[in-house]
């Protein structure tokens, strides 16, 4: 079977919302896109192969980025929505798909925290002790661990990174807790003055965290692939390595599968794109 690259985009503008008809305008609409594609970045690079909530509020393909953000109502539908769906659990937000802003459905958090949550509550100082978490992080860790949820003032001052040439560190150390599904912004506050408020992860979603842990490492790639490509509808295996974030080997393990139950074309071209491609048959 030919594809062409038309066809394919074709099908992603309904499942990304990249259509005026189907556009997220509320929460309800944000919140039934997110657990339709199962994550999302909540801003977009063209490069990156993922549905992105802004262009599902955009509403349209390839939306050019506002010269004046605080104006664009998309993109200020867009922010207060990123603030005000983790605040109501009804999504899990941070910065685990490429280091980015990104979004996870609820029923789509259990296999990704399998293969990048810890697995006890004492996994960070081993890890710190093996040299795999910076001293910063832990720092963070040990003030959320004593004391749970704090703002990012208090969590500074607790951590001991108040000062402002720590401020880097902070923030590394913030991104760092993200990526390995330690901690998690729980909120936006505006007022008296705008601050985030952090959590251990595991305590702001402990039956999610609880299911991750008990999913086998191999059936959560398996199914995070899957889902990916049916979203996607066609991926290069790099493409799917990076989203899954483990090594080439095991998300080909996951592909074969998906290819033996005649889900996906493998190693296909694509009429418009150079090179071959994963291709989910629909």
């Known amino acids: 079977m030919g594809y062409r690259l038309e066809d394919l985009e074709q099908v992603r503008?309904?499942?990304?919302?990249?259509?005026?008809?189907?556009?997220?305008?509320?929460?309800?609409?944000?919140?039934?896109?997110?657990?339709?594609v199962g994550c999302c970045l909540v801003f977009t690079n063209r490069t990156h192969q993922l549905p992105c909530l802004w262009v599902a509020v955009c509403g349209r393909r390839n939306p050019d980025f506002p010269e004046h953000s605080h104006h664009d109502s998309e993109l200020v539908l867009t922010w207060n929505l990123?603030?005000?769906?983790?605040?109501?659990?009804?999504?899990y937000y941070g910065k685990l798909i490429f280091g980015k802003p990104s979004m996870l459905s609820l029923a789509r958090f259990p296999d990704f925290y399998a293969l990048h949550g810890p697995q006890h509550d004492e996994q960070y100082r081993y890890e710190y002790e093996d040299g795999l978490l910076s001293r910063a992080a832990k720092q963070v860790?040990?003030?959320?661990?004593?004391?749970?949820?704090?703002?990012t003032k208090e969590l500074k001052g607790s951590s001991r990174l108040h000062a402002p040439e720590s401020r880097p560190a902070f923030d590394r150390a913030i991104a760092?807790?993200?990526?390995?599904l330690q901690v998690t912004m729980i909120e936006a506050r505006y007022d008296p003055a705008f601050t985030y408020v952090w959590d251990l992860l595991e305590a702001w979603l402990p039956e999610s965290v609880a299911r991750g842990r008990e999913i086998p490492r191999d059936e959560a790639i398996y199914r995070i692939v899957k889902h990916y490509l049916a979203v996607v509808s066609y991926a290069s295996l790099t493409h799917i390595e990076r989203v899954v974030g483990v090594p080439r080997r095991e998300v080909e393990e996951g592909v074969t599968?998906?290819?033996?139950?005649?889900?996906?074309?493998?190693?296909?071209p694509i009429q418009g794109l150079p090179g071959t491609w994963v291709v989910w048959k629909r």
Do not use: C, G, W
């Open 82 to 91: 990123k603030d005000q769906l983790p605040a109501k659990r009804l999504v």
């Open 141 to 151: 860790m040990d003030a959320l661990v004593e004391h749970h949820p704090q703002t």
């Open 13 to 36: 503008d309904r499942r990304f919302r990249r259509l005026p008809r189907l556009r997220v305008h509320n929460e309800r609409t944000a919140v039934a896109f997110i657990n339709d």
């Open 257 to 268: 599968r998906l290819q033996d139950e005649r889900a996906i074309e493998h190693s296909v």
């Open 176 to 180: 760092e807790l993200q990526r390995k």
